[in-house]
């Protein structure tokens, strides 16, 4: 009997054969590049958010409009610093601000509702930047991150809450009634209190800088 003299195929050479092509992972946006991400564009979000909320309401007066302008600057500018390595130290000034922020909607009138639907409003603004300009170059986001973030909206919206109630509260309390608007003492007092914030927020970012701010 004869044998076969051919050499033994190769099958990984042989025709039809299908080529194993593995697609890479998708490159996952790390915590470092959401935060660097967010303080760059906290300007931009803070201004479309006003301009969501001018579009809103009915009026908006002149001290009101302005106030409200250096408010929501403020709050954006607590999204990087609330996710980084100071984010203890940052927790409890967010907290102050979320509910000064609710007594300023509660002494513009605003029912607590209404007070609500302003900083959700945050929220749809945010998703919007993500999806236009995506950050880390279009690197996927994960799930932690997109639940950090809508953890800190779920916050600044309970506690606005809490200080559009308190306010609320302490009027009736007081026999003050519920204000229809904000007289100009009143929001100076209220963007005395911002700024004092803002300063002390300014101070936790000189660490993480690592110098020191002066008042």
């Known amino acids: 009997m004869t044998q076969s003299t051919s050499p033994p195929s190769d099958r990984r050479g042989m025709p039809g054969q299908p080529h194993l092509h593995r697609e890479p992972k998708p490159r996952q946006l790390s915590p470092e590049q959401l935060v660097e991400w967010l303080s ?3 300007g931009a979000v803070a201004d ?4 969501e909320i001018r579009s809103r309401v009915e009026t908006l ?3 009101e409009d302005e106030l409200l302008g250096e408010f929501l600057h403020l709050l954006t500018s607590f999204l990087p610093r609330s996710l980084g390595v100071y984010r203890e130290q940052v927790s409890p000034i967010f907290q102050q601000a979320a509910e000064l922020y609710g007594h300023l909607a509660a002494v513009r009138g605003l ?3 209404e007070a609500v639907e302003e900083v959700q409003l945050l929220r ?3 998703l919007r930047f993500l999806y236009r300009d995506p950050p880390g170059g279009g690197a996927g986001l ?3 991150e997109l639940l950090q973030l809508s953890r800190l909206i779920d916050r600044l919206v309970t506690h606005t809450s809490v200080g559009h109630t ?3 509260f302490f009027n009736l309390f007081h026999g003050n009634g519920v204000p229809e608007a904000a007289t100009r003492e009143v929001l100076d007092e209220v ?5 004092s914030l803002g300063q002390e927020l300014r101070q936790i970012q000189s660490l993480e800088e690592g110098r020191v701010v002066l008042d």
Not at 48 to 51: D, H, I, S, T, V
Not at 191 to 195: A, E, G, I, P, W
Request: proline share 0%; hydrophobic share 45%; glycine share 8%.
């Open 40 to 42: 760059l564009q906290q």
């Open 191 to 195: 963007r005395d209190q911002l700024r």
């Open 166 to 168: 308190d306010t609320l």
């Open 61 to 63: 007066e002149e001290g």
């Open 142 to 144: 994960a799930l932690r």
């Open 111 to 113: 029912a607590a509702g």
């Open 48 to 51: 479309r958010w006003l301009l």
């Open 124 to 126: 749809e603004v945010l």
